[in-house]
């Protein structure tokens, strides 16, 4: 294995920087936004998918009958739920972080970072879940046993 030079550290880890950003927003933060979203958005007026009416152009003119008017009618609703709800749905085969079915990697160094990565997630993954027990609402949605592999909707 060859190593890094000195002059190369500066660019090592700009690309460490990145890899750690792509890693963390096809996995953790997807799972962060897309698996509540049925929590958040299957509450219409929390999340309408259209408005029927225009948003108001003053303060305090706006009264219930004005708001019922704007959100979206039922058959539009429904649509809605039911597809906020497919998209947070894990699939049936789904790899979670540490999940790697094929062997790609061989070497000592690997396989020893790879078993380390999965004790620290098992570790954090209990952390969570203690955390939640005392909760009347849990958050579940960075747990590590709850976040994919990669993007995969």
Known sequence: MCQPKDDDLPLLSLLVEYLTVVIFTASAQHAA???????WCAWIPNCPSTMRRPPP???????MKYIMESLPDRERSSWHVGAVWALSQFQDDELYLGQYPDTHFTEQPVIEATKAFRNKLFEVTNIIKMRNEKLILPYRYLSPDKIPN???I
């Open 57 to 63: 152009t003053q303060k305090g003119q706006v009264d």
């Open 150 to 152: 990669s993007v995969a």
């Open 33 to 39: 936004v897309n698996f509540g979203q049925f929590d």
